[in-house]
């Protein structure tokens, strides 16, 4: 039975709550590009990028909570929310459970199909075994990045009081932000980033590419950035080596909204692949506070996770809850 369309009193509501959750969030500030040399380290020149050196790794010792919904390919089955929290790139607790959706799909609204059962697994966790509750979590979905800055992310946050990081996989128009905009300017600077490593640093290995994040403000009120090349705009490469390329997004207003993150990952390929030919994601991570974090801090939480394209611990709750699905599937 399909999902009643919600009531202008159900929106009004909504809104409400939302705006709630937005005046809850704690965002703590940062320098981010203006403290950063815009020299590649160990190298004089000056270049269009700041350089961010990143400290210790994946196995840094911090548990990181991840929340992934998995759906069924039938309207009247279960969907599954996932909780994982990881620690040095192993799961060391996981828990599920099956809900009904009873809230329709809204876009601005996601939030409410999901955050009541996310607030009961992590509650479960909190109560059943409080040592594994994780210093940060990463939530699939925006987190401030959302036109009245209340995305999912911000309501794990509020409502737990943990630290979380909004990670979305697609980017929604915002503050004069659009997509297919976004998608080229990304573009256009893979393109003059994989320039410039393979001219000047394809053979060097002072410094490990996975150790630094090149970073730059991708301000699209600038409309004199000319197209440098005549390829598909919404074609995205990825960087020749895992080398995390963080493009800040300014909205209209002069927001600096989230990161279009890019060139991650590339470390759990090193298994299939010889190191020299790893290459960084060509798939762009859409990062947000969520709350109680810093925009660097979420980057660089979501860099240091990235073994693939997906942070670990997301990547975790997404696996097992489609193993989960499928399995519920056949057994029936």
Same mark, same amino acid.
């Given at each position: ?99 009904? @959706?009873?809230?329709? $799909?809204?876009?601005? +609204? ?7 059962? #996310?607030? /009961?697994? %992590? *509650? ?67 393109? @003059?980033?994989?320039? $410039?490593?393979?001219? +000047? ?7 490990? #590419?996975? /150790?630094? %994040? *090149? ?118």
């Amino acid at each position: 039975m399909p999902i009643p369309s919600p009531t202008k009193q159900q929106l009004e509501a909504w809104n409400k709550e939302q705006l709630r959750i937005a005046s809850q969030v704690k965002v703590l500030q940062d320098p981010l590009l203006n403290q950063y040399p815009r020299n590649f380290p160990g190298k004089e020149e000056i270049t269009p990028w700041n350089f961010k050196p990143i400290s210790g790794d994946e196995c840094d010792g911090i548990l990181y909570g991840g929340l992934d919904v998995s759906f069924p390919d039938a309207e009247d089955e279960p969907s599954v929310a996932v909780y994982v929290v990881v620690k040095d790139g192993e799961v060391v607790y996981s828990d599920y459970e099956f809900f009904h @959706l009873s809230v329709p $799909y809204v876009p601005s +609204y996601l939030a409410f199909r999901e955050i009541d059962v #996310y607030v /009961r697994l %992590i *509650a479960k966790q909190i109560n059943d075994m409080a040592e594994m509750t994780p210093y940060v979590i990463l939530v699939d979905g925006n987190g401030i990045m959302h036109e009245r800055r209340a995305g999912i992310a911000c309501f794990v946050g509020v409502r737990t009081g943990i630290r979380t990081v909004g990670v979305a996989k697609s980017f929604y128009n915002i503050d004069g932000l659009l997509r297919s905009e976004v998608r080229f300017n990304i573009s256009e600077e893979l393109y @003059l980033f994989n320039k $410039y490593i393979a001219e +000047y640093h394809e053979e060097s290995v002072a410094v490990p #590419y996975r /150790r630094v %994040i *090149a970073m730059k403000r991708l301000d699209l009120r600038d409309k004199s950035f000319v197209r440098a090349r005549g390829s598909d705009p919404c074609k995205i490469v990825g960087t020749t080596k895992p080398f995390p390329l963080a493009l800040l997004l300014n909205g209209s207003s002069g927001i600096t909204w989230g990161i279009a993150l890019v060139g991650h990952g590339g470390v759990g390929n090193s298994m299939k692949r010889r190191s020299r030919d790893m290459k960084g994601s060509n798939t762009p991570l859409y990062i947000s506070i969520g709350h109680n974090v810093s925009l660097e801090d979420a980057l660089v939480f979501c860099v240091k996770q990235s073994l693939f394209k997906i942070p670990e611990p997301i990547r975790q709750a997404d696996l097992r809850g489609r193993a989960i699905i499928r399995n519920r599937r056949d057994a029936a």
